[in-house]
Antibody
């Protein structure tokens, strides 16, 4: 079964850090770009960051550029998101999503259930 | 403000046809990048509905179709059913002076009357 399972979310104070993980199974992980997409409570989807199959190209939304770092470990079938200098507006459900090709400009055909990040004092 | 513009809401009666527009620009849809559509049922993760402008993943009924022209795309749902009530998002790829990025529309809430 093709599956993505996110972990690492929680309650964190503004300015602190958090690291999200996404464990992939059921498909060839290094054949796909991967993404993080978030959804604030009651809001729409916001793409956060993406990474190509070999980590050769990485992109970020302007809202997180310079604070978040995406990475992947193909040997462990895992995707990560290091989030630093967290702000209240980063509060959201964070989804891990599988790209349909090696590069980022394609659809996302598998989504995890998400992990919740709450930034509050 | 989303890079891709969708109407906040649309509605229709069972059996009717509704359309959801997705308007971009010359740096995304107009540059030839594919448009993809997602359906998000209440309380669930998004699900890929249409990819690469017109392709349906296995299991998605042919009641869902897409047209694309210039800097816009449109999702059509025919034979509306109660189970279609959900949020719908379009997505594309954008390249600008600030770099490349995946972009989503703001989402459209479909209400089946």
């Amino acid at each position: 079964e093709v599956q993505l399972v996110e972990s690492g979310g929680g309650l964190v104070q503004p300015g602190r850090s958090l690291r999200l993980s996404c464990a992939a199974s059921g498909f060839t992980f290094d054949d796909c770009a991967m993404h993080w997409v978030r959804q604030a409570p009651g809001k729409g989807l916001e793409w956060v960051s993406g990474i190509t199959w070999n980590s050769g190209s990485i992109a970020y939304a302007d809202s997180v550029k310079g604070r978040f770092t995406i990475s992947r470990d193909n040997a462990k079938n895992s995707l990560y998101l290091q989030m630093n200098s967290l702000r209240p507006e980063d509060t959201a459900l964070y989804y891990c999503a599988k790209g349909m090709a090696l590069y980022m400009a394609y659809g996302m055909d598998v989504w995890g259930h998400g992990t919740t990040v709450t930034v509050s004092s | 403000q989303s890079v891709l513009t969708q109407p906040p809401s649309v509605s229709g009666a069972p059996g009717q046809r509704v359309t959801i527009s997705c308007t971009g620009s010359s740096s995304n849809i107009g540059a030839g990048y594919d448009v993809h559509w997602y359906q998000q049922l209440p309380g669930a993760a998004p699900k890929l509905l249409i990819y690469a402008n017109r392709n349906r993943p296995s299991g998605v009924p042919d009641r869902f179709s897409v047209s694309k022209s210039g800097t816009s795309a449109s999702l059509a749902i025919t034979g509306l059913q109660a189970e279609d009530e959900a949020d719908y998002y379009c997505q594309s790829f954008d390249i600008s002076l600030s770099g490349s990025a995946v972009v989503f529309g703001g989402g459209t809430k479909l209400t089946v009357l």
